[in-house]
C-alpha cells in the first residue's frame, strides 16, 4: 500500500501570507495526487486533482504542483475563509489513501 | 445539481450489522465509481472502499476487508455499505463520495454531508 505523509500537520499564518503545505508518496505515483480542504463540521470539498489541476469554482489562490513522489499545494494569499484542515490523496493505486492533514490555523 | 445524502447512521452496539445507504441525484450514477470515506472523531480521512459505475469491481482498505461490503443499486442510484460485527473503532461519520471519471486521476469531486455511527453499548 502507498504511504502519503503530509508536513507539517499544523501551521499558523496570517491573512494575505502565502502558504505552502507538502505531500509526499512512499512511492511514484505519477500526477494521481488530490488535494482537498475541510472545514470543522463539513465533508471535504476537492480543491486540485491531478496535482495540478484546480477544480471548477476554487479559487486562483490555490495551486498544485509536484508529479512523482513529491507534492506541494500552495495559497498565495491566505484569505480568512482558508482556515481549515488540508488533505492529500493518492488515486494511482487502491487503497486510495490520504494524507494524515495538514491543520492552518490563524496567527 | 449533485447531491449525495447518506442515511443509515446512529448509535449500534458492539457486535450488531448496520446498513449505511447513500442516495444520489443530479447526475448519470451509473456512470460513476462511488467510494466510502470515514472520519473517526477528531481523526484524518481514511479511504475505505471503491465500487465500479456497474458493480463489477470492488476494492477495500486493509482496515475494513473482511467486515464490509459495498453494493450499488443503479436503478435506485443508491449506494451502500454494510458493516458487521460492529467495533468501538468503527466510531466516525462516514462520507459517500463521487468518483469522478472525466477529470485526470478520478478525483472524488462531490460528498455527501456524512453519517455518524457511533458504537457503544
Known amino acids: 500500500d502507498i504511504q502519503m505523509t503530509q508536513s507539517p500537520s499544523s501551521l499558523s499564518a496570517s491573512v494575505g501570507d502565502r502558504v505552502t503545505i507538502t505531500c509526499r508518496a512512499s512511492q511514484i505515483i505519477s500526477s494521481y495526487l488530490n488535494w482537498y480542504q475541510q472545514k470543522p463540521g463539513k465533508a471535504p470539498k476537492l480543491l486540485i486533482y491531478a496535482a495540478s489541476s484546480l477544480q471548477s469554482g476554487v479559487p486562483s489562490r490555490f495551486s498544485g504542483s509536484g508529479s512523482g513522489t513529491d507534492f506541494t499545494l500552495t495559497i498565495s494569499s491566505l484569505q480568512p475563509e482558508d482556515f481549515a484542515t488540508y488533505y492529500c490523496q493518492q488515486s494511482y493505486s487502491t487503497p486510495n489513501s490520504f494524507g494524515q492533514g495538514t491543520k492552518v490555523e490563524i496567527k | 445539481q449533485v447531491q449525495l445524502v447518506e442515511s443509515g447512521g446512529g448509535v449500534v452496539q458492539p457486535g450488531r450489522y448496520l446498513r449505511l445507504s447513500c442516495a444520489a441525484s443530479?447526475?448519470?450514477?451509473?456512470?460513476?465509481?462511488m467510494h466510502w470515506v470515514r472520519q473517526a472523531p477528531g481523526k484524518g480521512l481514511e479511504w475505505m472502499t471503491v465500487?465500479?459505475?456497474?458493480?463489477?469491481?470492488?476494492y477495500y482498505g486493509d482496515s475494513v476487508k473482511g467486515r464490509f461490503t459495498i453494493s450499488r443499486d443503479n436503478s435506485k442510484n443508491t449506494l451502500y455499505l454494510e458493516i458487521n460485527s460492529l467495533r468501538a473503532e468503527d466510531t466516525a461519520v462516514y462520507y459517500c463520495?463521487?468518483?469522478?471519471?472525466?477529470?485526470?486521476?478520478?478525483?472524488?469531486?462531490?460528498w455527501g454531508q456524512g453519517t455518524l455511527v457511533t458504537v457503544s453499548s
Open positions: 443530479g447526475f448519470n450514477f451509473s456512470n460513476y465509481g
Open positions: 465500487i465500479w459505475y456497474d458493480g463489477s469491481n470492488k
Open positions: 463520495a463521487r468518483g469522478n471519471p472525466y477529470s485526470s486521476g478520478w478525483p472524488l469531486d462531490y
